[in-house]
């Protein structure tokens, strides 16, 4: 409490001054340049315009969920719409959101009860330490799930995603690539949660934003940490930009591309980071 209390006094102090950064941890950023490099080749956003396509349809998806609500917060109007059109969906949470067995318990309760609401099933790995460290145990695990529903496309948080367990799950499926776990010719969809994704393709999930809130908002846990419902509609709405028009619109962007080619994106990061 008296840590928090400081924190807070600190802020507090910064914002009265001129330069506005405050630093959480003194720390050196050292996965920084590293994301720049592995960038370069993309950063040029009005060289490239992201093709705009329609929800799947009749395709096996397999959804790559760091936590539980992932799948919503993220790609979730472009999987209702796949669900609308025949597709099957399974989501693969590698951690169930928590460390306690009463928070992991409840997540997992939430997760299932969207799945079963929205019509894809659920799968839990359950690893543990995710953010600090890749185990051969997780990869082989999540590796042998992966290949077991044998998907056509396999989405997945995009590997500069600002949280560590978003970017773990890109390097994840890099490193499984790398050992011949996976083949290199399923279909990866990159999608963001918190950080702007650099697209190549952008769904327009205007259909679905309403029936996306809905299933947000069952994840009752979180909705009581912050309005996830609201934040989702702000990220698509701000999307909407890349679709053509004036109308109020919503879209879900994503960085669509071999695995194959997705790991060599990868890489560069992973390896310096």
């Known amino acids: 409490m008296l840590r928090g209390l400081a924190n807070r006094i600190e802020q507090q102090l910064w914002a ?7 630093l959480r941890r003194w720390t050196a950023l050292p996965d920084l340049q590293s994301c720049i490099d592995s960038l370069a080749a993309l950063h040029a956003a009005r060289e490239i315009a992201p093709i705009e396509m329609a929800f799947p349809t009749g395709r096996r998806i397999l959804v790559i969920a760091p936590h539980p609500d992932d799948e919503m917060i993220g790609p979730g109007g472009t999987l209702l719409g796949a669900l609308d059109n025949g597709s099957t969906v399974r989501v693969l949470y590698l951690t169930s959101g928590g460390r306690d067995a009463e928070t992991m318990v ?16 659920t799968h839990f790995l359950h690893l543990t330490d995710f953010a600090e460290s890749l185990t051969d145990e997780a990869i082989e695990s999540a590796a042998a799930a992966i290949a077991e529903f044998n998907p056509e496309l396999l989405f997945v948080s995009f590997f500069a995603d600002d949280h560590p367990e978003h970017r773990r799950a890109s390097e994840l499926l890099t490193v499984s690539h790398d050992r011949g776990l996976l083949p290199g010719r399923i279909e ?11 697209a190549n393709v952008i769904v327009d999930v205007t259909a679905t934003r309403q029936r996306k809130a809905a299933a947000i908002q069952l994840f009752h846990s979180q ?35 071999p695995l194959t080619d997705y790991a060599d994106l990868c890489r560069p990061y992973f390896n310096a980071a």
């Not at 009265?16 to 405050?22: D, F, I, L, W």
């Not at 912050?226 to 109308?247: I, Q």
């Open 188 to 198: 990866i969809w990159a999608y963001q949660v918190y950080t702007a994704v650099i």
């Open 16 to 22: 009265r001054r001129a330069y506005k950064t405050v």
């Open 106 to 121: 409840r997540r997992e309760a939430e997760a299932e009860a969207a799945g079963k609401a929205c019509g894809y099933d």
């Open 223 to 257: 909705m009581q940490r912050r309005d996830w419902a609201h934040f989702a509609a702000g990220l698509t709405a701000y999307n909407s930009r890349f679709l053509p028009g004036k109308a109020a619109r919503h879209a879900e962007m994503f960085h669509v591309a």
